[in-house]
């Protein structure tokens, strides 16, 4: 500002006017001598006042050559007044001067006789250019120019410099950020740049001159106003702040009174008012947040003294806002600390978190978590504390700690085993339950991968899979202890997941169900194994059937082979359940080590047993494996001293062309072991689809059998038993026959197994007797002979507790003396309970009747222990006749076989005589009756009654 007000100062230049014109030197004349002598005088004085002049003074003709000139010419151009005289002024002019010189000297000639203050450069003697200022008055009578030159070099300097610095000043004023007027006195603008101008919307140009107010009417309302006058009346500088409404721009404005006026500096403030307003905002803004924060909030000067709080603090502390302040934080500590750390650690770091203990007013403390921070302002460090309360929080920790230590003594306690594993399954945690349990020690199970404990898991491969299960109660799972062994546990698990499904953790609890296993295992061995052999039973073979039959590729073969024992009864009957058993525990071990481990060998009941194999080679395999198992079996047995031989009757089955079920293929095994069995036994017979129309015909038999009695679709047919020496007829067994409305006649030998199975047996067994009986009884009466009648009866209707009285009954009602019936009991039915039938034997004995062994020979029995029953005739079966036929020693062994009976009080009766040579043979052998075609075929009620009617007329006896 002084600056620029001293630039604005007008420089006060010494200017001497010349007053009144020179006087002109005239010469004199012949005049008054007074007058001479006065002019004299005055010329001399001219001449003094023209010598002593400053300024040059000259004399120039009209053709421009200087006629006198005074001795300033020496100090102002540097020549001597003589080297002067007679010089064109012109030689000396300026060159870019003679011209403007040369136009002026010629206006003079034509009327403009003077010349004021001719600004003109010329010349000096020393090379320099001076300005003169030029007065030039022509007299046209004398044609003489007078002249006089003022040097003015020096001002012209001085107003050059000044022009120059005022031309920097505009262009510092105009490059300056501030904008700038001043004014003088009168508020007119004298200065203006083109900042302040543009403040009003004008130029500088066409602001200076004008009237400030004229300029920027707009001041009339301002406040700046009032303050440019103070500034003016009192001669101090005001500085103010002042809003400018055109441009709405704050201004930062300092007033400078200067001599000439007023200068006047605005510098644009907007920005940092902005700023301002801004931060006041966020000040306000965070006094709010300070005062409304959750936490206490201290803040403390760098000697702890404390120099704010928020209301939380206040209340936390139970001070008022003023009493805090009077406070440092050492009175608020309940456990004295010393700051220094704290202090030198926040030197470095951004805050620090410290614990401590505070006092409130009250002088109770609480526990808190100091959040410390540093930071400056104006120079001075401060250091605000977030203080937390955590009382609260240390309780539930501590609480949480204790159940958490509570949970740890009992997962440490129970005996159950705990394990733990992160989202991948890595097991983090363990309980000393599951280390005894599974023989690691804690470190050996931590780190290692559920994986590897167990041995077995239904979650295994899912649990930690996205959005697998989340929860298992009593899933059993094998744990694979340290030695090896299997530990099967029963296990509670949760799998924590995250939002998206993935496993975070693993928590299990596992009891140790071992024991129970075991028992379930013998349990479950004793449901699938067969207690005699071991052997897998029929629960177990039908499971294991049905999984192998599942996982069987395309294009595999199974075989299934159904093996049964050929007569094996008899060697239990006749040699006792021992050695029975013996045999059969012989036999599965035979059978089992000729068989792979892969294949099964299941004992399903009795002497059956059941073998299931893998065939590569199909059928080839199968028949391969079935003379394997025939031969392995065909070798002696040594049961108790005893050397036996067993055979089997083998039917194989295919899976998958005989069957592709479990039950297809039992069945079908089952149908081809009955052909094998049906050709003799110590066969191997595969299964054939004409086979199954057997078994489908013993289906069928079973299905229509229920109702046929009543249907009367059964008929008794008889045949006649002959007295062999007499040849008369004595009596006729009844066989039974059954008209199947679609089958045609049914044999017995298809239909009394069925009936045997189906539970019909005893009400037909029964029919049957009453037919017999009835019908030999009515006989009696037709016929002086006595007949006896002799009725087939099954094992099954000698089991029936109902028998013995049953046939009392019948026995009764027909009227038939009991003597007159025949029992005929099969030697395998006796033989299976000897016990039993004894007994029932027995007590039929009791009722007056006679028993007869039927099929005697084809069975293990032996005469000797025949003698245990109370039987009166033994029916030599048709095969042992024939087999006896041989040879000579075949008669021996039959004469001395039928002797031994007659000793043992037995008669002795051959069936199945077809020709005139058996008959022949048994009569030599002494055998007592005979039963064959050859004698008569058995026929109906009609045609027997009638053959007996015919027989009669010859006197019952027929003769060959
Ligand atoms: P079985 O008691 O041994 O009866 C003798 C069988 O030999 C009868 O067969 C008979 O027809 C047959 N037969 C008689 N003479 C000859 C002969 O010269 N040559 C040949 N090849 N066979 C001859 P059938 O009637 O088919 O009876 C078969 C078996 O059925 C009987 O054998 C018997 O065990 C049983 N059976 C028959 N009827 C009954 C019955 O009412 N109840 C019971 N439980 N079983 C019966
Ligand atoms: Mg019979
Ligand atoms: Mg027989």
Not at 7 to 23: D, E, I, K, N, Q
Not at 322 to 334: G, R
Request: hydrophobic share 40%; with cysteine; glycine share 6%.
């Amino acid at each position: 500002m002084l600056l620029v007000s001293y630039l604005f100062r007008s420089p006060s230049m010494p200017l001497h006017s010349m007053a009144g014109p020179v006087p002109c030197t005239t010469s004199p004349t012949s005049h008054h001598n007074e007058v001479v002598e006065q002019l004299s005088q005055l010329a001399d004085e001219s001449k003094a006042l023209v010598e002593n002049s400053l300024d040059i003074i000259a004399l120039v003709d009209e053709f421009g050559n200087i006629l006198r000139i005074n001795s300033a010419a020496q100090e102002v151009l540097g020549y001597a007044p003589s080297d002067l005289m007679g010089m064109k002024y012109s030689a000396l002019l300026h060159p870019n001067d003679r011209e403007t010189v040369a136009e002026v000297d010629a206006g003079l000639r034509v009327g403009a006789d003077i010349v004021r203050e001719l600004e003109t450069r010329w010349i000096r003697a020393d090379g320099e250019t001076i300005f003169l200022s030029l007065s030039v008055r022509w007299s046209e009578q004398k044609r003489v120019m007078y002249v006089t030159a003022r040097d003015i070099t020096e001002k012209i300097k001085v107003q050059q410099e000044l022009q120059k610095s005022k031309d920097q000043l505009n262009v510092m004023l105009e490059s300056v950020g501030d904008a700038f007027f001043a004014v003088d006195y009168q508020w007119t603008v004298t200065y203006a740049n083109r900042k302040a101008a543009a403040l009003v919307n004008t130029m500088p140009e066409e602001a200076i001159g004008r009237n400030l107010l004229e300029v920027a009417p707009s001041l009339q309302h301002s406040p700046a106003l009032a303050n440019y006058q103070r500034a003016m009346s009192t001669g101090k500088p005001e500085f103010f702040e002042v809003f400018w409404e055109p441009t709405s721009s704050w201004f930062d404005a300092r007033a400078y009174p200067s001599e000439d006026g007023l200068s006047v500096y605005f510098y644009d403030i907007t920005p940092w008012r902005e700023a301002e307003k801004a931060l006041r905002k966020n000040e306000q803004r965070f006094k709010g947040l300070f005062d409304q924060a959750g936490d206490a909030i201290i803040i403390t000067d760098v000697h702890t003294k404390i120099v704010d709080a928020n209301r939380r603090a206040c209340e936390g502390l139970g001070y008022s806002h003023e009493e805090l302040l009077q406070l440092s934080t050492v009175d608020i500590d309940a456990d004295f600390r010393s700051y220094n750390d704290v202090v030198s650690t926040l030197q470095t770091d951004q805050t620090q978190l410290i614990r401590g203990l505070k006092r409130r007013k009250d002088g109770s403390t609480f526990s808190a978590e100091v959040q410390i921070s540093r930071f400056e302002e104006d120079e001075n460090v401060f250091f605000q504390a977030i203080v937390r309360d955590v009382t609260e929080r240390e309780e539930a920790q501590r609480r949480s700690q204790e159940s958490e230590q509570r949970l740890r003594d009992i997962i440490e306690m129970t005996p159950a085993s705990y394990v733990l594993s992160d989202g991948t399954g890595q097991i983090t945690d363990v309980n000393p339950a599951l280390c005894t349990a599974s023989g690691y020690a804690r470190d050996e199970l931590i780190g290692r991968h559920l994986a590897q404990l167990f041995a077995f898991c239904p979650w295994h491969g899912v649990a930690f899979e996205r959005n697998g299960p989340v929860s298992a109660h009593g899933m059993e799972v094998v744990i694979k202890n340290k030695a090896g062994d299997d530990i099967h546990v029963l296990f509670n698990g949760s799998i924590k997941r995250d939002a998206e499904g993935y496993a975070q953790s693993l928590t299990g609890f596992m009891t140790d169900i071992t024991a129970r296993k075991q028992v379930e295992q013998r349990l479950e061995k004793l449901a699938t194994r067969d207690t005699l052999t071991d052997l897998p039973n029929r629960a177990f073979l039908d499971e294991r059937l049905q999984q192998l039959l599942e996982v069987s590729p395309p294009g595999a073969s199974v075989a299934v082979l159904f093996i049964d024992l050929d007569r094996f009864k008899e060697v239990n009957d006749s040699l006792g359940h021992n050695a029975g058993d013996v045999l059969i525990r012989e036999v599965s071990c035979r059978l089992r080590n000729v068989l792979r481990p892969s294949d099964i060998v299941a004992r399903l009941g009795g002497d059956e047993f059941v073998v299931v194999a893998h065939c590569s080679q199909g059928r080839a395999s199968a028949a391969s494996i079935g003379q394997k198992l025939l031969g392995t079996l065909s070798k002696p047995l040594d049961i108790g001293g005893q050397e036996i031989f067993a055979s089997a009757s083998i039917g194989i089955s295919m899976f998958p062309q005989d069957g592709n079920t479990k039950e297809l293929l039992f069945q079908t095994a089952d149908i081809a072991m009955y052909q094998a069995k049906g050709a003799g036994g110590s066969a191997c017979r595969f299964f054939e689809p004409q086979m199954s129309v057997v078994a489908k015909k013993k289906m069928s038999l079973e299905l229509s059998m229920r109702g046929a009695i009543e249907r009367k679709e059964f008929e008794v047919y008889f045949q006649p038993r002959v007295h062999l020496a007499s040849m008369s007829v004595v009596g006729m067994e009844a066989l039974l026959r059954w008209n199947h409305p679609e089958l045609g006649l049914v044999s017995p030998a298809e239909f009394i197994p069925v009936a045997e199975e189906r539970g019909h047996i005893n009400e037909l067994g029964r029919w049957v007797l009453q037919e017999a009986c009835a019908y030999t009884s009515s006989m009696r009466e037709k016929f002086a002979y006595p007949l006896c009648v002799s009725v087939n009866v099954s094992a099954r209707q000698l089991r029936s507790s109902e028998f013995v009285d049953q046939v009392a009954d019948v026995l009764e009602r027909s009227g038939l003396p009991p003597s007159l019936l025949e029992l005929e009991i099969t030697e395998s039915s006796l033989i299976e309970d000897i016990e039993g039938s004894a007994t029932v034997l027995r007590e039929l004995k009791n009722l007056g009747l006679k028993l007869a062994v039927d099929d005697f020979g084809t069975g293990y029995s032996s005469l000797a222990y025949l003698r245990r029953f109370p039987i009166d005739v033994l029916k030599l079966d048709r095969s042992f006749v024939m087999q006896s036929q041989d040879g000579m020693t075949s008669f021996d062994f039959i004469k001395a076989f039928v002797d031994m009976a007659h000793a043992l009080k037995l008669s002795v009766v051959a069936e199945g005589i077809e020709t005139s040579d058996a008959l022949d043979f048994l009569r030599s052998a002494a055998c007592n009756e005979v039963q064959g075609y050859f004698i008569a075929r058995p026929m109906p009620l009609a045609a027997f009654t009638e053959y007996l009617s015919s027989l009669e007329g010859a006197g019952c006896v027929r003769k060959n």
